[in-house]
């Protein structure tokens, strides 16, 4: 009776939901935690054989071989699946029929949301014709892969030992004129003069390649018209797996037109490849140039950075081939507006940078307000219009700076200041904006004393049961408490070490050893930083912190804004989708001050969603607020997911949460931040907690 509740609750919608989000193949299937085949599925039956009621119920090791089964392989797929996440193998599988196929499998281990193991999601893919194609032309392309992945260059053949052509690419055609049936089989001696050939210089050549590695010369080679051009050769010769050389790979190149080829290459050197606009190098060669010989007292230089707004959003939108016809066509407009003493260049990306010399106030503003224009004029691409905008920074010489380098940074400070101000996109230098950019390095460098120093201590802020005392978890909040400057606001330091990558880390450490050494539960709240979420080494953090400290998995939870998310929003949900498998809870924090919440929450899974302050605080006056707050409280019953509701201070705010059906809050009606000892002095934390960290 046990076994068939087990197998009921894995047929459950919601466990092969949990499946199909789990596994993206197509042959999918699920076991239970000692291996049973739980359900079955279409693809499952066309690979193997088995009809569903020939299969559910029995051990999976039923498809493996009988040396399989005997070495425990099986097994040890589970096991493996448990240890690292996900376990994928390639080998051979019986069907019912009995006969043998090369299957490509993957399991992958499926977690309930209390962290305790549900089962296994399997999926097995027959590879046995795809083998066999792969060996059958293995060995008739080995020469040609062999060719390529040793020569980079573009006009390719290959000669047997003796120096026969065994075969004939497009670039060796276009470089000599035989077609392929004219010229495989024939000896490469050829392709030389005469007197080459009578002085042995083709034979002379492959020995060098052979002796040395590598024959490397330029001379005259004749094409099948009989005319002649100078060509740069190379020779390497080509061994087989065993060591038995298999022929020489060479490669010819028509230097005949050298000069043009040299000249290319220092134009290429000194402009943008993709517009054609100036580089970085030829910027600062002219504006030296411009500074050196500017006439002071008549004359000023203007350098404008320049950064486009928006320009992710058109590649996420269009793709990357529209957003280069932008980038080209916002070029050619720039650079078909420049006049006498004005230069425009591109440094990268979706950057440009551009100066103009003039002797009055008028012909600057002529000049960036014909850029700003060529900047947000709507363009028309790929069937639609787009609406391209810029940020503008405009910086002095010989007014705002000394020197080049401090010029330059002055553009870009103001052009950060025009990115950030939403009314403003022209921003002219000011001498304060080097003083809050020295303010920002001054606290970046007292943060790492700080951590270095142990200034910095966790609060702690109880989340609770709105319709109940109970509580629900706690938030760690970072404090600092500066020698000279007292305790410091949070809204002043926290950004500043997010950005420098100071703190995260020491947060989550000290969090998940204070958690389990005072035994909070039910969880204890962290919160992620967009650098942390850009951190491919984020999970294995995680999960050696886990283990150093004795928390488990299921007692952390992560909290990640959608600003952090949309940073890297592949590389961020993935790491995500990773720490959920691990048993880690994940809510998504602030919600709703974002502008893509729906699409973040449709993405993936979240366990909690937090509703920003903004609304709570309004709850009570604005009629827009409480039916925002319902409105979310409705989606995440939907996605049966929590929603815990933030800065509830008032009586009146959980009182209307509780009606609407909110689950949990957070907020100083609940209890105010504090360290872990005060909140034991005040017994505020439950018995439970306390006799946890005393046992």
């Excluded at 919608?13 to 699920?30: H, K, P, Q, S, W």
């Excluded at 080459?196 to 002379?204: E, M, Q, S, T």
């Excluded at 219009?385 to 010029?407: C, K, N, T, W």
């Excluded at 703190?503 to 039910?522: F, K, M, N, S, Y």
């Amino acid at each position: 009776m046990a076994q068939q509740d087990d197998l009921t609750e894995f047929s459950s919608e919601d466990t092969y939901r949990l499946l199909v989000e789990g596994v993206t193949d197509y042959a999918i299937y699920m076991l239970n935690p000692d291996g049973r085949v739980a359900n079955w599925n279409r693809g499952a039956q066309r690979a193997k054989g088995y009809v569903e009621r020939e299969v559910i119920g029995k051990h999976f090791s039923m498809f493996y071989t009988e040396r399989d089964r005997i070495e425990g392989l099986p097994q040890r797929g589970l096991d493996t699946a448990l240890r690292e996440g996900r376990f994928e193998a390639q080998g051979w599988r019986v069907r019912k029929d009995g006969s043998l196929f090369w299957a490509h499998v993957v399991i992958d281990p499926i977690y309930r949301k209390d962290g305790k193991l549900l089962g296994y999601a399997k999926i097995t893919r027959d590879c046995t014709e795809q083998r066999r194609i792969e060996e059958a032309r293995r060995d008739t392309e080995n020469r040609f892969r062999l060719l390529v992945e040793g020569i980079t260059d573009y006009a390719i053949y290959m000669l047997t030992p003796d120096g026969t052509v065994a075969n004939w690419n497009a670039g060796a055609q276009r470089a000599k004129g035989y077609v392929e049936s004219e010229i495989v089989g024939k000896h490469f001696s050829l392709f030389y003069a005469d007197e080459d050939r009578a002085a042995g210089l083709p034979r002379k050549n492959l020995d060098i390649a052979l002796r040395e590695g590598k024959f490397e010369a330029e001379g005259w080679r004749f094409r099948k018209d009989g005319s002649r051009f100078w060509a740069h050769v190379v020779i390497d010769p080509i061994y087989r797996a065993s060591g038995e050389l298999l022929g020489f790979a060479k490669i010819t190149r028509d230097r005949t037109e050298q000069l043009e080829s040299r000249e290319k290459i220092i134009y290429l050197a000194r402009h943008d490849a993709m517009t054609g606009l100036p580089n970085r190098l030829q910027f600062l060669e002219r504006l030296d140039e411009a500074m050196a010989t500017l006439r002071h007292g008549e004359q000023e230089i203007a350098v404008i950075s320049i950064d486009l707004d928006g320009f992710k959003e058109i590649n996420d939108a269009f793709g990357h081939a529209v957003g280069d016809q932008v980038l080209c066509e916002l070029a050619r407009r720039m650079k078909a507006l420049s006049g006498e003493g004005e230069l425009v260049a591109r440094l990268g990306g979706d950057e440009f940078v551009a100066f103009k010399v003039f002797r009055q106030e008028r012909a600057l503003a002529d000049f960036i307000t014909r850029l700003y224009h060529a900047l947000t004029t709507v363009l028309r691409l790929a069937g639609t219009d787009i609406a391209p905008g810029a940020s503008l920074g405009v910086a002095m010489f010989p007014g705002d700076a000394e020197d080049r380098a401090q010029l330059l940074n002055n553009a870009d400070l103001a052009m950060y200041r025009a990115k950030k101000n939403l009314g403003e996109k022209i921003c002219f230098y000011e001498a304060n904006m080097d003083e809050a950019s020295r303010a920002r390095r001054t606290m970046a460098r007292d943060i790492w004393a700080a951590l270095e120093h142990g200034q910095f201590f966790l609060n702690y802020q109880i989340q609770r049961a709105v319709d109940s005392a109970e509580i629900t978890g706690y938030e760690v909040l970072l404090r600092w408490k500066h020698p000279v400057h007292g305790m410091v606001s949070p809204a002043v330091f926290i950004p500043i070490a997010e950005e420098c990558g100071a703190i995260g880390d020491w947060v989550l450490e000290h969090a998940c050893r204070e958690a389990a050494r005072w035994g909070l539960q039910p969880r204890v709240a962290v919160n992620l930083s967009a650098m942390q979420l850009s951190n491919a080494a984020l999970v294995e953090k995680v999960r050696s912190v886990l283990a150093a400290s004795g928390l488990p998995a299921s007692r952390l939870e992560l909290e990640v804004t959608e600003t952090a998310i949309i940073a890297d929003r592949d590389r961020a949900l993935h790491l995500l989708q990773q720490l959920k498998a691990m048993g880690v809870t994940i809510a998504m924090d602030d919600f709703g001050s974002g502008y893509s919440s729906l699409e973040t929450l449709r993405s993936f899974p979240f366990d909690k969603i937090k509703l920003d302050r903004s609304f709570i605080s309004e709850l009570e006056t604005s009629k827009q607020a409480k039916a925002f707050v319902r409105a979310i409280l409705a989606l995440g019953h939907s996605l049966n997911v929590s929603v815990l509701a933030e800065g509830v201070e008032t009586e009146a705010q959980r009182a209307i949460l509780q009606q609407e059906g909110c689950q949990e809050g957070q907020g100083f009606l609940f209890g105010r931040p504090d360290t872990l000892e005060s909140l034991a002095g005040q017994g505020v934390i439950e018995a439970t907690d306390l006799a946890a960290r005393s046992a």
